[in-house]
Structures are given as structure tokens and as C-alpha cells.
T-cell receptor
Framework: NAGVTQTPKFQVLKTGQSMTLQCAQD?????MSWYRQDPGMGLRLIHY???????DQGEVPNGYNVSRSTTEDFPLRLLSAAPSQTSVYFC?????????FGDGTRLSIL | GENVEQHPSTLSVQEGDSAVIKCTYS??????FPWYKQELGKRPQLIID?????GEKKDQRIAVTLNKTAKHFSLHITETQPEDSAVYFC?????????FGTGTQLKVEL
């Protein structure tokens, strides 16, 4: 099993650009989620999904969209990148809660 | 929403000593309390968790205690080793959402 795979590992964007962070898991987990981690802080929940076709907002959803068309994939879309979205993004999956994290995507917005 | 406070923010111990990290939470509906370890530049990794119907759980050198009445829980690491150096996050869970504390930087000195 590969576990939770995130791509890309690093990305630099200009303000206003859009992009999609990819997340895939091969453990057949129903629960998937996206977190952001800023320096000196814990992880904050952006969006989560409890199964294909079902998504919901977390603590900091503004500026991000998600969809869950399959059990395996849960992409995160930045609609119009802003410097405040510079962060490390983690995807996680689990049976009920996020127990397995990916390696993260380091995103810089200039 | 849920508020999780974690103390101390930094902790330095001598190898072989014990380390204790304490957390308080606000939402009485929280029923899942995992702890994550995050090494520098790496993903958070689940090290132990406890559910609300259990007061204490132990796994080798790691133990967690939970006091639901007082809304606080703690992580205890005994016989600390240099590889225990990392950031530790306490987390509360209710439903499908997890709320992270701000983390404790543990440094185990030789």
C-alpha cells in the first residue's frame, strides 16, 4: 500500500492563479480531509469528506473547493491564490477520523 | 467551535527522564483524543489515541490519561530517548472533525 499520496510536493504560484492539489489513498478509507499548517501552529481543517459525493466545510474553508467523485481521490482547489494561502497542506484519510497523513504540499503564493 | 489549549509550548528534558504534556478542551461532545508526533519537515503521525469511555491507555513508554469531567487530557512519555524529540500535538475529535492544539516542541538532551 502506498498510503496517502499528495502531489505536488512543492509549488510556487502568483497571486490570482488557480491550481489543484491532488490527494489519493489506496486503503479504501471513507473519510478524507485537508488541513493547512502554518508556522508555529497546529493543523486547521479546511474541508472533509465522509464518502464519495459527500463533502463538508471545516474551520477555514474560504478560498478552497473540494469534490469527492471516487473513494480514492480528494483534490483541493485554490480558486484565486492569495499570499495568505501560503502554507503546508496535508491530506489525511481514515476509517472515521484522519489517522493517516500524506507527506504534505508546500505552497508559496507570491 | 472547539478550543484546545496545550501546555507547555516547549519542553526540554534529559535523556531517561519523563515528559508530560497537558491539554484542555472546551466541547463536552468531544469523544476522541488522539496524539500526533511530527518530526521536522515530516507528516504528523498518530502515536496513541483514547476514547471518552476510557480513562487511561498505555503503549510501551507512552501513556495518555483523560478526565472528561475536567475536560483535560495528558500525554506521558517515560524513559525519553533522543528520537522522541519532535513536536507533539494533542487533538480532540467529535463527529468527523478534529481540532488540533498548537503543539509542544519536545527536546530530549543527551
Amino acid at each position: 500500500n502506498a498510503g496517502v499520496t499528495q502531489t505536488p510536493k512543492f509549488q510556487v504560484l502568483k497571486t490570482g492563479q488557480s491550481m489543484t492539489l491532488q490527494c489519493a489513498q489506496d486503503m479504501n478509507h471513507e473519510y478524507m480531509s485537508w488541513y493547512r499548517q502554518d508556522p508555529g501552529m497546529g493543523l486547521r481543517l479546511i474541508h472533509y469528506s465522509v464518502g464519495a459525493g459527500i463533502t463538508d466545510q471545516g474551520e477555514v474553508p474560504n478560498g478552497y473547493n473540494v469534490s469527492r467523485s471516487t473513494t480514492e481521490d480528494f483534490p483541493l482547489r485554490l480558486l484565486s491564490a492569495a499570499p495568505s494561502q501560503t502554507s503546508v497542506y496535508f491530506c489525511a484519510s481514515g476509517t472515521e477520523q484522519p489517522q493517516h497523513f500524506g507527506d504534505g504540499t508546500r505552497l508559496s503564493i507570491l | 467551535g472547539e478550543n484546545v489549549e496545550q501546555h507547555p509550548s516547549t519542553l526540554s528534558v534529559q535523556e531517561g527522564d519523563s515528559a508530560v504534556i497537558k491539554c484542555t478542551y472546551s466541547d463536552s461532545a468531544s469523544n476522541y483524543f488522539p496524539w500526533y508526533k511530527q518530526e521536522l519537515g515530516k507528516r504528523p503521525q498518530l502515536i496513541i489515541d483514547i476514547r471518552s469511555n476510557v480513562g487511561e491507555k498505555k503503549d510501551q513508554r507512552i501513556a495518555v490519561t483523560l478526565n472528561k469531567t475536567a475536560k483535560h487530557f495528558s500525554l506521558h512519555i517515560t524513559e525519553t530517548q533522543p528520537e522522541d524529540s519532535a513536536v507533539y500535538f494533542c487533538v480532540t475529535g467529535g463527529g468527523n472533525k478534529l481540532t488540533f492544539g498548537t503543539g509542544t516542541q519536545l527536546k530530549v538532551e543527551l
